[in-house]
């Protein structure tokens, strides 16, 4: 702890000095870099490591190509296409937004088998050589689908990138499904994809706020940030997610606002600093107790499964039967599925911030504009982020965990 704070305190010349040469830090890099986001992006545009890349590839010959129709892409789609193709298709005919339309449920179905295979990469490898024959019966949780659809991701997908809590589920899926000790290669892998996802989303920040600040059309940018905020607001958990970026856009412009134009000591720059610290740690606090409350709910679902006197009371079961409580197991779970959730949900708060803060500051400290286009940026991203805030109704509280489950549970499963 008192080390800790004297390294800090010990480092902050070299933070300040790297801050006004207009740097950022880079966690894997363990240091301070300078941004041109350019160079970035250009370096990350054929990266598809991670299965998100947008890199064309060539056209190939398909054994059957049913499952991309399906889902309306081409047999050269990228992974990036397919998944954004299956949540566009699944949102519009999802049972749930179609009363009354018998075949609803049934297209549903049909593009979560689609987007089962075709995401898989071993799987499409496998339909593309002998079409649906090729294929086994096991069958994968998307984890990435899930929280996606469950926290409304796929429609701020553009903002906040795939969730890290989403691809640490979907790595240690794949990890059991491939029986390997793949520890390392994961955490590098992780850290990958973060730095990309962070390029990605500045990208894309950049390109939205350069309207007001690079072509001048002030006008036009609020009104398309007006409708891009009703648009974000019927998404699932679309107000609490509002009220999230916006705050982090607001509060970390003004921050980096104030340290080019007035310097790093002022007051109002201090305050919001301490303010946005102050909300962080709580945060990390509430993310934290969230955790404790989900581990003891846990802990609850699995004295429910596991009944020591059901064998004791029912000599007709046998050893697993009476072992093995499933009703009793899924009730237990229904209970604490708020919990589950509400862990979740805390957890990703974090993330989103951390990872906002740093899509921020390399927008705002992008070397390939003049200090100039910098500055109007950061005035075009406070100005979107009360857009965004003004939409959310500066929501305090989530809405039910639980409402939107069973559609995530459906995306996620195949």
């Known amino acids: 702890g008192v080390a800790q704070v004297g390294k800090g305190l010990a480092n902050q010349p070299e933070a300040g000095k790297a801050r006004r040469s207009h740097m950022v830090w880079n966690e894997a890099q363990g240091g301070w870099m300078p941004v041109h986001l350019p160079s970035l992006q250009e370096a990350v545009a054929g990266d598809d490591s991670d299965g998100e890349g947008e890199g064309k590839k060539e056209a190939r ?22 998944k954004k193709a299956y949540f566009l298709k ?9 009363p009354g339309d018998e075949t609803a449920k049934e297209k549903f179905q049909k593009l979560a088998e689609a987007y089962e295979v075709l995401s898989d990469p071993e799987k ?29 991701s796929e429609r701020f997908s553009k903002y906040t990138g795939t969730l890290q809590l989403a691809r640490k589920a979907d790595a240690f899926v794949r990890q059991l499904e491939g029986g390997e000790d793949a520890d390392v290669v994961g955490v590098l892998n992780q850290q990958h994809s973060q730095e990309k996802r962070v390029v990605e989303c500045a990208c894309y920040l950049r390109d939205v706020v350069d309207r007001a600040a690079v072509r001048r059309d002030t006008g036009g940018f609020l009104a398309w940030a007006q409708h891009e905020a009703g ?19 607001q509060v970390r412009a003004h ?68 072992d093995l409580n499933f009703e009793a197991a899924q009730q237990a779970f229904q209970e604490s599925l708020p919990a589950f959730l509400a862990s979740a949900w805390a957890w990703s708060k974090v993330d989103i911030d951390v990872t906002l ?13 003049p200090w100039q286009i910098r500055i109007r940026r950061g005035q075009a991203l406070q100005k979107l982020g009360e857009i965004f805030l003004e939409a959310s109704g500066n929501a305090a509280s989530v809405e039910d965990y639980t409402e939107h489950f069973e559609q995530a549970k459906q995306a996620g499963m195949s």
């Open 255 to 322: 921050i980096i606002l104030c340290e080019k134009t007035e310097g790093r000591y002022r007051p109002s720059k201090l305050a919001a600093s301490l303010r946005h610290n102050l909300q962080r740690t709580n945060n990390k606090l509430r993310a934290g107790a969230a955790a404790v409350t989900a581990i003891r709910h846990g802990v609850k679902v699995k004295a429910a499964a596991f009944d020591k006197d059901r064998r004791d009371s029912d000599p007709s079961l046998g050893d697993e039967e009476g």
């Open 357 to 369: 803060s740093q899509v921020v500051a390399m927008v705002l400290n992008d070397l390939s504009v």
């Open 124 to 152: 499409r490898r496998q339909y593309d050589a002998k079409g649906l024959d090729g294929l086994g019966e096991r069958k994968r949780f998307d984890s990435v689908a899930f929280f996606a659809v469950l926290f409304g």
């Open 231 to 249: 648009e974000l607001a019927k998404a699932s958990f679309g107000m609490e997610m509002l009220a999230l970026v916006g705050a982090v856009y």
């Open 61 to 82: 010959t398909v054994a059957d190509r049913a499952l991309y129709d399906t889902l309306g892409v081409e047999t050269n789609a990228t992974p990036a296409q397919i």
């Open 90 to 98: 699944a949102r519009a005919c999802h049972p749930d937004k179609n």
